[in-house]
Structures are given as structure tokens and as C-alpha cells.
């Protein structure tokens, strides 16, 4: 007999869970990415405890068919790609098949969902991966996921978990951004019963940035506008007299997907280069869209770091938009110019 056995599906899903589901947060980003692939344009986070005790993700999405419910949670279950050749041309924020198995595994999970307007649905209510209950239910159209007391059966990663105040960070700042990249759909986030965030969803993206930094910030904006033959730019940002003390308030959105990437946001820098004090950062909501072909989303199981072809051709044109909108403001206080 050899010594090598294939996992159980219980066990091969706490394994992706440790990769996919790190905190809170993480269970925040799923559950909304599924509601923007499934169409939603209203989604309703309500967090308790900093996501700890409660996560619920309601939207007006497509729903999950009655037949595809249990399936939802198995393993590389997904209706979002059918080949290997699908991986190249990613148009959807999931695709891996892994997060509701994963969130299942390590969480009591209750999913109510109806793809039709008859106001009836499904629920599907699964605890540390196994199948508790499945019936029928009055549902409007959509779905609503909660998900309860994340990580009772892994005490070890429950121990990492920071103050709620931490927690709710993560989530707030991933919300915001989320908020950002999709200001066509109307978001609200609740912690505790009170409102953290909420957009109108009317498409108008400078609405969304006064709901996520106030309006005193979003009045002084400046809109940035451009294309060439490989990329488009759109989005604001803030005059150099309007600074934070820290990056965060860099968002960075490739075609509908926000991304970290140090290369992007240094160009962003550079072109603000000696018009900020040291030490101090710019507010920048950019929307970059660019030929799917060349992004590969398929390099991180979370997917925060894409790698893209022509990043060089990228920054540059990033850097010289940027420095172009801030040229065309008056910068140079009356006083210090040359007479
Ligand atoms: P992925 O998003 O990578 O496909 P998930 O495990 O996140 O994998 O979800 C599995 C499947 O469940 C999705 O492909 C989708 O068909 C369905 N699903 C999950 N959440 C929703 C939702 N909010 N609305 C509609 N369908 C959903
Ligand atoms: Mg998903």
C-alpha cells in the first residue's frame, strides 16, 4: 500500500479556506464580487463585531437556480468559466470556484436565493462544510448570504484575528473601494446597526468618492480623461494641496477590478513628484481599462496582484495624464513666481 492518499473534499476546502478566507474582510470581498458578477446593482453589507459574529451580503442579482445551489458550494464549482481557455479572457471577478466552499468550511453559512420574482427561493443553511438544511422559502429575487461566527472550528486562525476596530477597517476599506469601482450599483455598509457607507448607485463616481472621503474633499477634485489605442483613464484626482498621510487613499481600478500595483501608483506619485509636501499623499480614484487579453487576474488566490503585459507603456501613460490635469491648474502660488 502506498502512502499517499487524495484528500477528502472537507479537508481540501479548509486548505483553500487558509489560503482565500484570511479574516473578515476576505469573506466581505467574495460575497460582494459574486454579487457584482450575478448583475446585482444593490448590495447591502451588515457586519457584526467586525465580521466576527455576523456577515450578511444582500443583493438583486440573478439569483442561483434551485438545482444549482448545493453545487455552488462544492469545490471549482463555478458558472463563470467552462475551459482553460476562458483564463485568458476573464470578465468576471470569480472564477476560481472556491470562495463559497472555502467560507462554508470554516463558518455557519445560511444562502437564500430565488432567481425569480414569484417570492419564493431556496435555503441552503451549511455549517463547517456540511449540508444542514434545503428548502424552499419565501425569497424576493437575488440572494442573501450570512455567514456567522467565522473561524469556531479553526480556534488557530480565530486567535490571529485583530480588534473589531481592525477587522472593521479592512472591510470599510475594501467597501469603499468596491464602492468606488462600481458606482453604477448602490451600496450601503452597516456595522452594529449603523451606516458606514452608502451610494446612490447612479453612476456618477465623484457621488460615490464624497460619500467614501466627504464632500469637502470631493468638491476639490480634479477629473482626469484619457485614451490612447491601448488604454483608457478615468477618474479624479485631488489638487496637491489636498494630501493624506498615507497611500490608502490611492485606489486603482483595471477594468472593473480593483488592484494593488506599486509600479501604477509610484507613476501616480512621480507625476505629482515635488507638488506634495513630504510624507504626504495624493487622494486618486483612477479607472484604468485595457484589452482583458492582457491582464492575467489568475496569479493570486485572493486576485489583489494582477500582472499585465506592456506595464512599462502602462506607467508612462498614467504618469503623463496625471502631470498633464495637474499642469493645467494654477499651482504655483502668486508669491513664489518668477517675475
Ligand atoms: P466563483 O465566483 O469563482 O464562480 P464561488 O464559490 O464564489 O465561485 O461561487 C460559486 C458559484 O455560485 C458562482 O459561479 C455563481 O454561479 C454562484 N453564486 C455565488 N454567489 C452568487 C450570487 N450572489 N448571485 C448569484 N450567483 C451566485
Ligand atoms: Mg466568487
Redesign the pocket.
Known sequence: MGKIKVLDEHVANQIAAGEVIERPSSVVK??V???L??GSTRINVAIEEGGLQLIRVT?N????ETE?CEV?FFRH????IGSGKDLFQIRTL????????SIAAVAKVECV?SPERTGLGRKLVIEGGSVKAFEETAASRG?D?TVKELFYNTPARLKYMKTIQTELGHISDYLYRSAMAHPQVAFTLRHNGSVLLQTLGNGDLLQVIAAVYGTAVAKTMLPIQAENADYTLQGYISRPDMTRSNRQAITMILNGRTIRNYSVSNAILGAYHTLLPINRYPVVCLHIGMDPALVDVNVHPAKLEVRFSMEQELTRFVEEQVRSVLRGQVLIPEAARPT
Open positions: 467574495e460575497l464580487e459574486n454579487s458578477d450575478a443583493d442579482g440573478s439569483g442561483i444549482d455552488a464549482a463555478t458558472s463563470k470569480g472564477f476560481r470556484g472556491e470562495a463559497l466552499p436565493t440572494t448570504m
